[in-house]
């Protein structure tokens, strides 16, 4: 079954650190672009990030520039978000997502929550 | 990046057909043949319906479909059924690299 499941949420005050993490299974991985998408609630979906196969290229939304890293570990088929500065504005689902097309996300993980509060 | 933009909210019987918008500009929606759409109902993560503008992955129903004419797309969902109602988001690539989303449309099956 391929299947991804992410972890690594919970509370943390601003300007806190946290690092997510998203396992696959039964997909190949290694070839696969990875993105983050992030949904507060009650909210829309937006995009944070993705990864290329081999890590060497990644690429981020305005608003989490210079504070988000997305990375990879292939030999582990894991997806990583370390999250710096955080700010209240970051508390969302997080969910991981592949891209089984070029420009779209065929499987999704069930998503983690973090919350930014003091 | 400002989002895509998506009716807030369409509503229809059963049985009938309805079209939810998504425009951006010729720097995303217009620019490539990258607009998907995802259904999700609320809990749960989203679904792909349809990529790369009117591609349906194996196991959509054909009663999804979709469609673009310049800066804006639509996702039309025929035979409309009460399983339906859901959030439906729209998604595309972008001039600067980056996806981003429409806003979300709320569907009710009246």
């Known amino acids: 079954e391929v299947q991804l499941v992410e972890s690594g949420g919970g509370l943390v005050q601003p300007g806190g650190s946290l690092r997510l993490s998203c396992a696959a299974s039964g997909l190949a991985f290694r070839d696969d672009w990875m993105h983050w998408v992030r949904q507060a609630p009650g909210k829309g979906l937006v995009w944070v990030a993705h990864?290329?196969?081999?890590?060497?290229?990644?690429t981020y939304a305005d608003s989490v520039k210079g504070r988000f890293t997305v990375s990879r570990d292939n030999v582990k088929k894991t997806l990583f978000l370390q999250m710096n500065s955080l700010r209240g504005e970051d508390t969302a689902f997080y969910y991981c997502?592949?891209?089984?097309?070029?420009?779209?996300?065929?499987?999704w993980g069930q998503g983690t929550m973090v919350t930014v509060s003091s | 990046q400002s989002a895509l933009t998506q009716p807030a909210s369409v509503s229809g019987s059963p049985g009938q057909s309805i079209t939810i918008s998504c425009t951006g500009t010729s720097s995303d929606v217009g620019g490539y043949e990258s607009v998907s759409w995802y259904q999700q109902y609320p809990g749960k993560a989203p679904k792909l319906l349809i990529y790369?503008?009117?591609n349906r992955p194996s196991g959509v129903s054909n009663r999804f479909s979709g469609s673009k004419s310049g800066n804006t797309a639509s996702l039309t969902i025929s035979g409309l059924q009460a399983e339906d109602e859901a959030d439906y988001y729209c998604s595309s690539y972008t001039y600067h690299g980056t996806r981003v989303f429409g806003g979300g449309t709320e569907l009710t099956v009246l």
């Open positions: 790369e503008v009117n």
């Open positions: 997502a592949r891209s089984g097309y070029r420009y779209a996300s065929d499987v």
């Open positions: 990864i290329n196969g081999d890590g060497r290229t990644t």
